[in-house]
């Protein structure tokens, strides 16, 4: 049976997503393709090529897909980064030529200077915007208790657990009330469990705040449980091989989500389409 019509006959589990379906597209990718240069190679190899979606305002979807797909060169021109070699990126309608004020990008490291406090860190984006000192600490307070670390303002990143270090991080992304947020693998570092408490912040904000947000991880559930949809990439060169609507309660909830029994068959649909297993020897 198909994942939509598993779903269609439970239809009291509408996902309660704040991203409906005539809301506007947010980020498209038009027949994108991005070749880089290689050592003794006269052409440029594809590293992604063909790839073509729309996401709408409001709508949370992850990126899976094996190591060196592409899929952190996707969110690379998605917030300007890269340019595509061939097709376009727009972002609120626009084509991307350059960084995107509405647009804030989260990396697996986090990347706190290590010299400013917590506080400071999380005002960094506010100082480059020019906002007032007054109005700056007021917003980096409010980020911190909300991202639980209250107490830490005056801290240092070094005197952080690695877990509190990536709180910060997201609390400093958050700050400029970026529309768009590309994620690329922000929690993982993290253990398990640790994992899981950021992921329901994360989901919590992005619910309450209606931010449009396109997460990459190599964790499946995480991608089922964080997700409106999900896009699943082929081997270099990377395109979509399929997409997956995540009809299922809880958006806002992803622990709560994480206990429905459909995310055992639906993890187990995504490691077949990406063959985990499939080529290895299992030990
Ligand atoms: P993923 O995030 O899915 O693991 P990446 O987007 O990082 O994959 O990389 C996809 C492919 O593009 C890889 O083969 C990688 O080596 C290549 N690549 C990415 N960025 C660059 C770059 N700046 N220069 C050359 N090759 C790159
Ligand atoms: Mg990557």
Request: aromatic share 6%; proline share 6%; charged share 25%.
């Amino acid at each position: 049976m198909a994942v939509k019509e598993m779903y269609a006959i439970a239809p009291q589990w509408k996902t309660p997503s704040p991203c409906d379906a005539q809301a506007p597209t947010e980020i498209e990718f038009r027949n994108v393709g991005k070749a880089f240069a290689a050592k003794g190679q006269s052409q440029a190899p594809f590293a992604i090529r063909g790839v073509n979606f729309q996401i709408r305002r409001g709508e949370v979807v992850s990126i899976i897909g094996p190591s060196g797909c592409g899929k952190s060169t996707i969110l690379n021109m998605g917030s300007g980064l890269y340019r595509p070699s061939e097709g376009e990126v727009l972002v609120g309608g626009e084509r991307v030529v350059g960084p995107v004020p509405k647009v804030a990008f989260m990396l697996q490291k986090d990347l706190l200077m290590p010299w400013r406090s917590i506080r400071r860190n999380v005002e960094l984006g506010l100082e480059i915007q020019g906002r007032a000192a007054s109005d700056r600490k007021v917003i980096a307070q409010d980020l911190l208790n909300r991202c639980h670390l209250q107490g830490f303002a005056d801290h240092y990143p070094f005197q952080l657990s690695g877990g509190m270090r990536q709180r910060a991080a997201l609390a400093r992304t958050l700050a400029i009330d970026p529309q768009v947020l590309f994620l690329d693998e922000p929690f993982s570092a993290l253990d398990a469990q640790t994992k899981m408490i950021l992921q329901q912040d994360l989901a919590r904000m992005l619910f309450e705040e209606k931010k449009t947000a396109l997460f990459i991880t190599h964790d499946l559930v995480e991608a089922i449980a964080l997700s409106d949809r999900l896009l699943v990439m082929s081997a270099r060169p990377g395109t979509i091989i399929e997409e997956i609507e995540i009809d299922l309660p809880h958006r806002d909830n992803p622990l709560e989500r994480r206990k429905l029994p459909e995310i055992g068959p639906l993890a187990g649909r995504l490691m077949d389409l990406l063959h985990v297993g499939a080529d290895h020897e299992l030990h």
